[in-house]
């Protein structure tokens, strides 16, 4: 209870260990200008110190609770800080999570504004797209703290990170800011995702317990099954661990949707295919993930965090009209993490550290391949893809009150720190000697060995006066190095064959630059903020972008070649928008929230893949000696800029027996992308007589690959009811996408148009105590047969109906 006004911005000391419930009010207010007095045995009122107050004279001696809490009102569940941050940032909680179970973690995303997951059912790992952005580290994809940098190459997304959603607590994704510690070669998003530790496990006064979830449904979704357990040991020392299993087969695509979506050949005619509930061949799964942390009080104000989050899962992939192009996978990683804090009894030290190692490995296989009469066309490859990630940031806040020289409840804070990481990326392949085409340095090349370093540090400087205005404004400088040994060949000259290891090429890319950021957030009345920020982004390239080399697989006359000119990208973000929080709008306990925004994103060098001229050209019609170009593939700088766009609103009102909430995303992508096509080792396309020159589309959009864009339109709508004590949740969703043609998705031979779709699921939840709850959940409910917007050609799953039984103990 509050007692009248309180000043805003009292800063208190943390308060843990085992003492009275009257100990820890006294020591919690100690300083603070503020007392506390009990109303009854479970409630107190807080006020400010009067003269002569003795503050805790009426203290009884019964145990006293303090808590506060209300329904969680934001837009799925975002908590209330999110709509107090003067820029875009939203959570996905554990518990929407687990509100409507998806076949991949890829589900989670589904609702959020201004983010998709770009790739197919086939592929477990995630590679997230934050308004517009993705692959190749535009998005630093982590598990707590520590980035997820696996990249393989192959036709379409690169980028991979793998986690099973059992094991999270909470997912942040912060799409303004990227001026602390995960900045670092950063431009489009930072993906965070927590796992679960003690507090997420035990309830306050629990010293030992854990979690169980068991779900299964139709549709192949088989098994889905996690335990947690979590001790308190001694109050300075506490464990959590947890377990994670997922069985899924290969479903059945919807059947509702005869007209879904339109191949357009090279050839330019278009045509319409149509799905009617077919098996999804490859989207079967098998995974299994555990964690470990463990909590250390070092003393009253240091705690030391170490935690481990492993992952395994086997699947398959396979492409082409007969699916001929397949592979086999088992991919496995490892999370290590240790944190300190430390925020002793001053305002000028709350420091942070960590320490990180990730390592992600994929095994493959990729099976022979056989022409029509039954002899090895392709041979078979075992290949081996790895990457370790090492890294070490700091950072401190020192906070300084400015009540007597501006004005009461002023701050100026400080966040500075330092942050470091290194990729290390090893891959061997070799073939199984069948006799067809193939050699093992064709899939080493295209995913290079090499190291790259990147550092950073960061500066911000924030006022806050009275929480009216909010002005920051900082500088990040970031440097990377990458630097190693490739080689470029050719297919049509014998002198430089690839085969033969072609011609040594020394790389030594390396950049730096100071990026500055201004944020200012406006809070002129009570519940309303306005919100600007300008950003500046460098984003270096990655091991791959900077060191590829050797052919495409399977002798295919296409090489990789590495580009010693090419540059960082640089971007430029401009946003505002607006924060509504209001309680108590039509009944008591109830809550309004709502973010809108608007952003633009310019962003210079963008790099992406592209085709190029080798040096020396090809016979076309021999012997009258009419030559043109031969087609080589390299990452290039695009010479225009690249412009994003876009506007996201987010609404959700809870009055606790019913809530509605819902979000819409425009965006737009202005991509022209021009490129020069003549790259080193050319200087200019061969000229003599009967030569012909370049394909019209090389250096232009055309020529490029892997170009995602995120949906035109989307709109999610979402909403229940809470009844018998908020015991039984009832609830539906709705989301309709109206997807935006790739401009380059390299899906084989055709582009593609996806025509719009629709999706409804229905879920509930009935807790029979505080222990024991029933869940169930249907997942597209009519059947639609859908292609996902960042999807490839996979149909989605069909109606899935899921139960899930949970549990406390």
């Given at each position: 209870?509050?007692?009248?006004?309180?000043?805003?911005?009292?800063?208190?000391?943390?308060?843990?260990?085992?003492?009275?419930?009257?100990?820890?009010?006294?020591?919690?207010?100690?300083?603070?200008?503020?007392?506390?007095?009990?109303?009854?045995?479970?409630?107190?009122?807080?006020?400010?110190?009067?003269?002569?107050?003795?503050?805790?004279?009426?203290?009884?001696?019964?145990?006293?609770?303090?808590?506060?809490?209300?329904?969680?009102?934001?837009?799925n569940g975002n908590p209330d800080w999110?709509?107090?941050?003067?820029?875009?940032?939203?959570?996905?909680?554990?518990?929407?999570?687990?509100?409507?179970?998806?076949?991949?973690?890829?589900?989670?995303?589904?609702?959020?504004?201004?983010?998709?997951?770009?790739g197919n059912r086939q592929q477990p790992g995630l590679s997230v797209n934050v308004r517009g952005q993705q692959d190749q580290g535009r998005v630093n994809?982590?598990?707590?703290?520590?980035?997820?940098?696996?990249?393989?190459?192959?036709?379409?997304?690169?980028?991979?990170?793998?986690?099973?959603?059992?094991?999270?607590?909470?997912?942040?994704?912060?799409?303004?800011?990227?001026?602390?510690?995960?900045?670092?070669?950063?431009?489009?998003?930072?993906?965070?995702?927590?796992?679960?530790?003690?507090?997420?496990?035990?309830?306050?006064?629990?010293?030992?317990?854990?979690?169980?979830?068991?779900?299964?449904?139709?549709?192949?979704?088989?098994?889905?099954?996690?335990?947690?357990?979590?001790?308190?040991?001694?109050?300075?020392?506490?464990v959590a661990v947890a377990f994670s299993r997922k069985l899924?087969?290969?479903?059945?695509?919807?059947?509702?949707?005869?007209?879904?979506?339109?191949?357009?050949?090279?050839?330019?005619?278009?045509?319409l295919v149509e799905a009617g509930g077919e098996e999804q061949r490859y989207t079967d799964q098998q995974q299994s993930a555990g964690l470990f942390k463990a909590n250390i009080a070092l003393s009253e104000d240091q705690d030391l965090n170490l935690g481990y989050v492993g992952f395994t899962t086997n699947f398959g992939k396979a492409t082409g009209e007969d699916l001929q192009y397949n592979d086999l996978n088992e991919a496995t990683s490892h999370t290590v993490t240790a944190k300190h804090s430390w925020n002793p009894e001053t305002d000028l030290i709350d420091l942070k550290t960590g320490l990180w190692w990730t390592q992600t490995e994929n095994k493959q296989f990729r099976p022979a391949r056989y022409t029509a009469a039954?002899?090895?066309?392709?041979?078979?490859?075992?290949t081996e893809y790895k990457i370790d990630t090492y890294g070490f940031d700091v950072a401190n806040t020192s906070q300084f009150y400015l009540d007597e020289v501006i004005s009461r409840d002023s701050i100026f804070s400080?966040?500075?720190?330092?942050?470091?990481?290194?990729?290390?990326?090893?891959?061997?392949?070799?073939?199984?000697?069948?006799?067809?085409?193939?050699?093992?340095?064709?899939?080493?090349?295209?995913?290079?060995?090499?190291?790259?370093?990147?550092?950073?540090?960061?500066?911000?400087?924030?006022?806050?006066?009275?929480?009216?205005?909010?002005?920051?404004?900082?500088?990040?400088?970031?440097?990377?190095?990458?630097?190693?040994?490739?080689?470029?060949?050719e297919q049509y000259?014998?002198?430089?064959?690839?085969?033969?290891?072609?011609?040594?090429?020394?790389?030594?890319?390396?950049?730096?630059?100071?990026?500055p950021s201004v944020t200012l957030g406006l809070s002129p009345f009570e519940g309303i903020q306005f919100f600007g920020s300008y950003r500046r982004a460098y984003r270096p390239p990655t091991i791959m972008e900077g060191m590829i080399k050797g052919r495409h697989v399977a002798g295919v006359p296409i090489p990789f070649y590495a580009n010693p000119d090419l540059e960082s990208e640089d971007s430029f973000t401009t946003e505002f928008g607006v924060n509504l929080k209001f309680d108590d709008v039509f009944v008591k306990n109830d809550g309004f929230r709502a973010k809108l925004s608007h952003y633009q994103t310019k962003i210079e060098n963008y790099i992406v893949s592209a085709a190029v001229a080798?040096?020396?050209?090809?016979?076309?019609?021999?012997?009258?000696?009419?030559?043109?170009?031969?087609?080589?593939?390299?990452?290039?700088?695009?010479l225009d800029p690249v412009y994003m766009s876009g506007n996201e609103v987010e609404v959700a009102y809870d009055a606790e027996k019913i809530y509605l909430s819902g979000s819409m995303a425009f965006s737009d992508t202005d991509l022209t992308g021009n490129y020069d096509p003549i790259i080193f080792p050319l200087n200019a396309i061969p000229s003599m007589p009967g030569t012909v020159g370049l394909p019209a589309h090389w250096g232009k959009a055309g020529g490029l690959t892997t170009v995602y864009t995120l949906p035109k339109r989307k709109y999610t709508l979402d909403g229940g009811v809470r009844m018998f004590d908020q015991s039984l949740t009832l609830g539906a969703r709705a989301t309709f996408v109206y997807p935006e043609e790739n401009i380059a998705g390299n899906l084989g031979d055709d582009a593609q148009s996806i025509l719009r779709y629709r999706t409804y699921d229905l879920y509930s939840s009935y807790e029979f105590n505080d222990n024991v709850k029933f869940g169930f959940a249907v997942n597209n409910l009519t059947d639609e047969a859908y292609v996902e917007a960042l999807g490839g050609l996979i149909l989605a799953p069909g109606r899935t109906a899921i139960m899930t039984l949970s549990g406390n103990f």
């Open positions: 209870m509050v007692d009248g006004s309180l000043p805003d911005n009292v800063m208190v000391p943390t308060v843990e260990g085992d003492m009275t419930a009257r100990d820890a009010l006294t020591r919690l207010l100690d300083g603070s200008g503020l007392s506390w007095r009990s109303l009854d045995a479970n409630t107190i009122s807080i006020q400010e110190m009067i003269a002569g107050d003795v503050g805790n004279g009426e203290v009884v001696t019964a145990p006293v609770q303090v808590s506060a809490g209300r329904n969680a009102v934001g837009y999110v709509y107090d941050t003067p820029g875009s940032v939203t959570v996905i909680t554990a518990e929407n999570i687990r509100k409507v179970p998806g076949r991949d973690a890829a589900d989670i995303f589904s609702q959020v504004p201004g983010v998709d997951v770009a994809m982590n598990i707590d703290g520590a980035r997820q940098n696996f990249n393989q190459s192959g036709h379409g997304v690169v980028n991979r990170m793998y986690i099973d959603t059992a094991l999270l607590a909470d997912v942040t994704v912060e799409k303004s800011n990227f001026s602390g510690v995960g900045g670092a070669g950063t431009s489009g998003g930072i993906v965070s995702m927590r796992t679960l530790n003690t507090d997420d496990i035990l309830d306050a006064d629990e010293d030992i317990g854990g979690k169980i979830n068991l779900s299964r449904g139709n549709n192949e979704y088989d098994f889905a099954g996690d335990v947690s357990v979590a001790a308190r040991v001694t109050p300075k020392f506490d899924v087969g290969e479903y059945k695509g919807g059947e509702n949707n005869p007209g879904l979506y339109i191949t357009r050949p090279q050839s330019g005619a278009g045509t039954g002899a090895v066309s392709t041979d078979a490859f075992n400080l966040d500075y720190g330092v942050e470091t990481f290194q990729d290390k990326t090893k891959t061997g392949s070799e073939t199984l000697g069948l006799g067809g085409a193939g050699f093992g340095f064709e899939l080493e090349g295209s995913t290079p060995n090499g190291q790259r370093d990147v550092q950073g540090a960061f500066m911000d400087g924030t006022f806050d006066w009275g929480g009216l205005v909010q002005l920051t404004g900082g500088l990040r400088y970031d440097r990377f190095q990458l630097d190693g040994d490739s080689y470029w060949c000259n014998p002198a430089n064959t690839c085969e033969s290891g072609g011609t040594p090429l020394d790389i030594d890319l390396s950049g730096h630059k100071i990026s080798q040096p020396t050209p090809r016979t076309i019609s021999a012997p009258l000696g009419w030559t043109q170009a031969a087609q080589a593939q390299s990452y290039v700088n695009l």
